[in-house]
T-cell receptor, first 114, second 114 residues
Framework: DAGVTQSPTHLIKTRGQQVTLRCSPK?????VSWYQQALGQGPQFIFQ???????QRGNFPDRFSGHQFPNYSSELNVNALLLGDSALYLC?????????????FGPGTRLLVL | DQQVKQNSPSLSVQEGRISILNCDYT??????FLWYKKYPAEGPTFLIS?????DKNEDGRFTVFLNKSAKHLSLHIVPSQPGDSAVYFC?????????????FGQGTRLTINP
């Protein structure tokens, strides 16, 4: 039973470029959340996808966008990269339930913007 | 506005002794709390959670205590083992239908000394 997988593991981009990160949820999970973890900080919620729609969004600009596919996998896109976008990007998956579900995280994609 | 705070950036404990990690929160809407452990180059791993209807939850060597009036929770690890050395994150969320937006603390680096 594969857990949450993310690709690529590392990425180097320059300012102004665009990047796409990918996530495959844990088997049986239908909800994907994305988090940004800056160095020395806790993860910060970017947005969440369920049934191919963005359901919740954190305090991130519109340069951050996403998509969820019918097989529940997801992409995070960041346009017009800034130096401050350098961080570990984490994907978490969960199963849509009414109450108290747990999010399981992938290993992350480390993005460096030069 | 840091809604979840872990005021100790680091903690060093002797192997076999008790490790106590603390977390404070400010948002009274939070009623579900989780602890995650993170090793370098890996994503956060879920450890244990607690709902606001309880004041204690135990799972093997790990126990989480919740004091709602003080808006404080703690994670106890007994006995501490070298493999427990990692960064520990406290996270909180309001209970809503479906997956939650997790709000994380800054993390506490726990080092277990032999």
């Amino acid at each position: 039973d594969a857990g949450v997988t993310q690709s690529p593991t590392h990425l180097i981009k320059t300012r102004g470029q665009q990047v796409t990160l990918r996530c495959s949820p844990k088997s049986g999970h239908d909800t994907v959340s994305w988090y940004q973890q800056a160095l020395g900080q806790g993860p910060q919620f970017i947005f969440q996808y369920y049934e191919e729609e963005e359901r919740q969004r954190g305090n991130f600009p519109d340069r951050f966008s996403g998509h969820q596919f019918p097989n529940y996998s997801s992409e995070l896109n960041v346009n017009a990269l800034l130096l401050g976008d350098s961080a570990l990007y984490l994907c978490a998956s969960s199963l849509e339930t009414v109450y108290q579900e747990t999010q399981y995280f992938g290993p992350g994609t480390r993005l460096l913007v030069l | 506005d840091q809604q979840v705070k872990q005021n100790s950036p680091s903690l060093s404990v002797q192997e076999g002794r008790i490790s106590i990690l603390n977390c404070d929160y400010t948002n009274s809407m939070f009623d579900y709390f989780l602890w995650y452990k993170k090793y370098p180059a890996e994503g956060p791993t879920f450890l244990i959670s607690i709902s606001s209807i309880k004041d204690k939850n135990e799972d093997g060597r790990f126990t989480v205590f919740l004091n709602k009036s003080a808006k404080h929770l703690s994670l106890h690890i007994v006995p501490s083992q070298p493999g427990d050395s990692a960064v520990y994150f406290c996270a909180a969320t309001p209970i809503i239908q479906g997956a939650q937006k997790l709000v994380f603390g800054q993390g506490t680096r726990l080092t277990i000394n032999p």
